[in-house]
């Protein structure tokens, strides 16, 4: 048996199709599995080892089709469920599963909060796709496979973070899924541990600005201080910093694929949520979190993905979320 599993985008997503892809060779070990993906988001399952071959795609059609075409694939699995992936198989004409994406569900509850929405995380309605391959969930969580050189050495942090340290994952696709350097600064400096931030180059600015809010609030001149707040922002790869959250005690992150791979790695996850939330499904899968959110507000949510700006202007969903440093401390604590 031979199935291809398409997934273009993006990391948080992909990652979440990693209990399928398992789940497929478990009950189908001698099945080949192949996956199509967006080229830039090769590294997400590069090492995954229940994947035979990857497909890349980076805009052309033509000579893709081809290669797909020379496969001779049993199934496809639409985890994707779009215009691009419905076109491709109906071009390869062989019997395709889609998932169901509850758009209209998803439309009713952005924008008449009108809530219609299956108690159901989204890996299980990846699993509602292959019932009539009598595929199931092990129940074992998420995957990410990270190589041996794309490990991270432990002297590349400062001595302070030896002992342990949290990781903040403060990047994020879209601006109103992002908290504020002020919030970043107050949620940081708030942790008795030593707090790894990571992102892109492009969150880098950011960082910078969150931790030097915490030095005039904690004694800017003091060494000991800032050698606890480390910039890792655009320093490290993807895979690299899949890593640093595997060695990590905890993290706290933005509704973003970084959730995602420390659920896969069973993290303890302080989420924040801003214009999404929970009830879309795509919470931490198969670990413990605790969801940060503003509740209060009648505007949430106010997209299913993000906007560039507050759509309404005051951006209450991020700026109004408190500390409560009894409640974190609770949750990280290990068990007795």
Not at 7 to 33: C, H, M, N, Q
Not at 177 to 204: C, N, Q, T, Y
Not at 211 to 236: A, L
Not at 238 to 261: E, P, R, V, W, Y
Request: net charge positive; charged share 25%.
């Amino acid at each position: 048996m031979k199935i291809l599993i398409i997934r273009f985008s993006s990391i948080g997503d992909i990652v979440l199709t990693t209990p399928v892809i398992r789940a497929i060779k478990k009950k189908y070990p001698s099945a080949e599995l192949h996956y199509l993906i967006k080229n830039n988001y090769l590294p997400v399952i590069q090492h995954n080892p229940y994947i035979h071959k990857i497909f890349t795609y980076s805009g052309t059609l033509k000579w893709l089709l081809l290669e797909l075409r020379k496969e001779k694939y049993d199934y496809l699995i639409d985890l994707q469920n779009n215009f691009l992936s419905q076109y491709i198989s109906f071009r390869l004409n062989i019997k395709c599963f889609h998932v169901n994406k509850i758009n209209i569900r998803k439309w009713l509850m952005v924008n008449f909060k009108i809530n219609f929405l299956p108690d159901k995380h989204l890996v299980e309605r990846y699993f509602d796709t292959l019932k009539i391959l009598n595929v199931y969930p092990d129940m074992d969580g998420l995957d990410y496979f990270i190589s041996e050189q794309e490990q991270v050495k432990h002297d590349l942090l400062p001595d302070e973070f030896r002992n342990g340290f949290a990781t903040f994952a403060i990047g994020g696709a879209h601006f109103t899924k992002k908290l504020p350097p002020e919030k970043i600064a107050e949620f940081a400096g708030s942790l008795s541990f030593p707090v790894l931030f990571l992102g892109s180059e492009e969150d880098r600015k950011q960082a910078d600005l969150a931790m030097e809010i915490i030095f005039q609030k904690k004694n800017k001149n003091e060494i000991k201080v800032s050698r606890n707040f480390y910039n890792g922002c655009g320093i490290f790869s993807l895979n690299q910093s899949a890593d640093l959250i595997k060695q990590s005690n905890f993290i706290l992150t933005h509704d973003t694929g970084m959730m995602h791979i420390a659920a896969a790695f069973k993290k303890k996850v302080i989420t924040f949520w801003g214009n999404t939330t929970p009830e879309f499904g795509m919470y931490p899968y198969k670990t413990s979190f605790l969801a940060i959110e503003n509740n209060s507000l009648p505007c949430r949510p106010c997209t299913k993905i993000g906007y560039k700006k507050c759509p309404v202007g005051h951006f209450k969903c991020m700026t109004e979320l408190r500390v409560n440093s009894a409640e974190i401390d609770r949750f990280i604590r290990p068990p007795a």
